[in-house]
């Protein structure tokens, strides 16, 4: 195994279980295991939701190079988002609970949704929040609706990461153009990290770069966003972007696997 990637989506446009044997093939071949992350905008825009039952279907199946995914929850389901983010960390071993605020349509900070950290905060598990703007939408008269708003680091994630302090926060993508708050949060605070996925390393912000090779080098880790990003095309470019070694091997494996206290199979070990 040389790098896990925090950041895998599966299911899009109705897929099959049996259609992720080809992401799991090209996994494999690169020697990558990855998390796969489930998708619930339901309340806001009626799209089926990508289960966590799928996900955890996937990670059952393809157990090699996807040892376990991100549950995501709609958080306008009230009682029912807190009862699955139970089922998905008890019953489901799902590491993490996923949130796309743009396409959920809520702020982090709003109170309504405080049960939800404190839940996740008292489960130890994860939350991973995307950041900045957003493909969804994008490039379509009023971005199909989706209001960039709720993608902003600063108050809403940075007011949940002060009032839960034990809930681990992964920021996922760079957060342009708003990068300098996430940066801002991940330095003050101990418990917010980021992902890199969703863009080329060529194209991050210089002064994500920046904080990659120097400060933030033990609180970043890989992302893609396969199949948005493909996997490849982001390890290549990576390579390209010349960070030394030691920040590359924090970047792929290390960090992930402390940040996320990831339990590997060990035949995979690095
Ligand atoms: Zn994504």
């Keep these: 195994m040389r790098a896990i990637d925090v950041h895998l989506h599966v299911g899009f446009r109705g897929r099959k279980v049996e259609a992720e044997e080809e992401t799991a093939q090209l996994y494999r071949r690169n020697s990558v295991i990855a998390l796969p992350i489930a998708w619930d905008e339901e309340t806001r825009t009626g799209n089926p939701p990508i289960s966590n039952d799928?996900?955890?279907?996937?990670?059952?199946?393809?157990?090699?190079?996807?040892?376990?995914?991100w549950a995501c929850v709609d958080p306008w389901k009230g009682k029912a988002a807190l009862q699955e983010i139970e089922r998905a960390v008890r019953e489901l071993k799902?590491?993490?609970?996923?949130?796309?605020?743009?396409?959920q349509q809520f702020f982090a900070n709003d109170r309504r949704f405080y049960p939800i950290w404190d839940l996740c905060q008292s489960l130890g598990?994860?939350?991973?929040?995307?950041?900045?703007?957003?493909?969804?939408?994008?490039?379509?008269?009023?971005?199909?609706?989706?209001?960039?708003?709720?993608?902003?680091?600063?108050?809403?994630?940075d007011d949940v990461a002060a009032d839960f302090p034990r809930l681990t926060i992964v920021a996922a993508h760079p957060s342009w153009p708003w990068q300098e708050e996430t940066l801002a949060m991940a330095v003050h605070k101990a418990n917010v990290f980021l992902e890199l996925s969703g863009w080329s390393p060529r194209y991050f912000p210089d002064s994500l770069k920046r904080e990659v090779r120097s400060r933030l080098q033990d609180k970043v880790m890989f992302g893609s966003d396969h199949p948005f990003i493909p996997l490849e095309r982001w390890l290549r470019d990576f390579e390209q972007e010349g960070y030394p070694e030691e920040v590359v091997e924090k970047v792929l494996y290390k960090n992930a696997l402390r940040i996320l206290n990831l339990d590997i199979p060990s035949e995979g070990k690095p």
């Design 125 to 157: 598990c994860p939350v991973l929040f995307h950041t900045g703007t957003t493909a969804y939408g994008a490039g379509v008269p009023g971005g199909g609706g989706i209001k960039l708003k709720f993608t902003r680091p600063i108050p809403y994630l």
């Design 54 to 69: 799928y996900v955890a279907q996937v990670v059952r199946t393809y157990n090699d190079v996807f040892p376990t995914g």
């Design 94 to 103: 799902l590491i993490g609970v996923k949130f796309q605020a743009a396409a």
